[in-house]
């Protein structure tokens, strides 16, 4: 089996700051996805990569930037972070084959003062 | 434009009973998925079952299936015998292939929550 890691677990950050986001798997998979969850919300992409060096806009990437420098790892940057953001940041990845699934990891739990 | 539309943003069953949560979605692919995810409390997310878009029959898996009405562009999870543990916010997402990619994005619905009563 495999782990999907995703640090901080909790950030929390001042209005106007640059914040990192990182996730690293061991699963070998191709395909990385990161996921923005407000609450009582679904999830909206953000941006995904389907394997090393390449990045794919999702439905929300104004405000992120994203860096695929290794498979096994997929970083998200709030290039500003807005005054009383709060939100969960989910990653997830998938071996990118047919009939394969989402692993998520735990998230990261945003809270901007 | 919403892809993925569940209706219902809350539900309640009592123990025992079969609960049934419906999504439909919009999509011009000959191909794609649709899965449905569980978020715990916890906000871990657990994958429930799936249902290809070339496959007629309905996906079973344990106490959960789906009523998949490919025409419509709805597909209904069913929970047989619902016990407490399955709480939690049920997630109906849609996958498209792109490029190389055979999961492609993922659009996800709102999510429903449901409360099954001891």
């Known amino acids: 089996g495999g782990i999907i890691t995703q640090t901080p677990k909790f950030l929390i950050g001042q209005e106007g700051q640059k914040l990192t986001l990182k996730c690293q798997q061991n699963?070998?998979?191709?395909?990385m996805y990161w996921y923005r969850q407000d609450s009582g919300k679904g999830l909206r992409l953000i941006y995904y990569s389907i394997t090393e060096n390449d990045l794919q806009k999702g439905d929300l990437s104004e405000g992120y930037d994203a860096s695929r420098e290794k498979k096994s790892s997929f970083s998200l940057t709030v290039t500003s972070a807005q005054k009383n953001e709060m939100a969960v940041f989910l990653c997830?990845?998938?071996?990118?084959?047919?009939?394969?699934?989402?692993?998520f990891g735990h998230g990261t739990k945003l809270s901007v003062l | 434009a919403q892809r993925v539309t569940q209706v219902q943003p809350t539900g309640s069953s009592q123990w025992g009973e079969e609960v049934t949560l419906d999504c439909s979605y919009e999509?011009?692919?000959?191909?794609?998925?649709i899965f449905w995810y569980r978020q715990l409390f916890s906000g871990e997310m657990v994958f429930l079952i799936y249902?290809?878009?070339?496959?007629?029959q309905n996906q079973r898996s344990g106490r959960y299936s789906v009523v998949f009405q490919k025409s419509f562009k709805s597909i209904s999870l069913v929970i047989s015998a619902s016990q407490p543990e399955d709480s939690g916010t049920y997630f109906c997402a849609l996958s498209e292939p792109d490029r190389g990619s055979a999961l492609g994005r993922l659009h996800f619905g709102a999510g429903t929550q449901l409360i099954v009563i001891p």
């Open positions: 249902q290809p878009s070339f496959d007629t």
């Open positions: 999509t011009s692919e000959y191909f794609y998925r």
């Open positions: 997830a990845s998938t071996p990118g084959t047919a009939n394969e699934r989402l692993f």
């Open positions: 699963f070998n998979h191709d395909t």
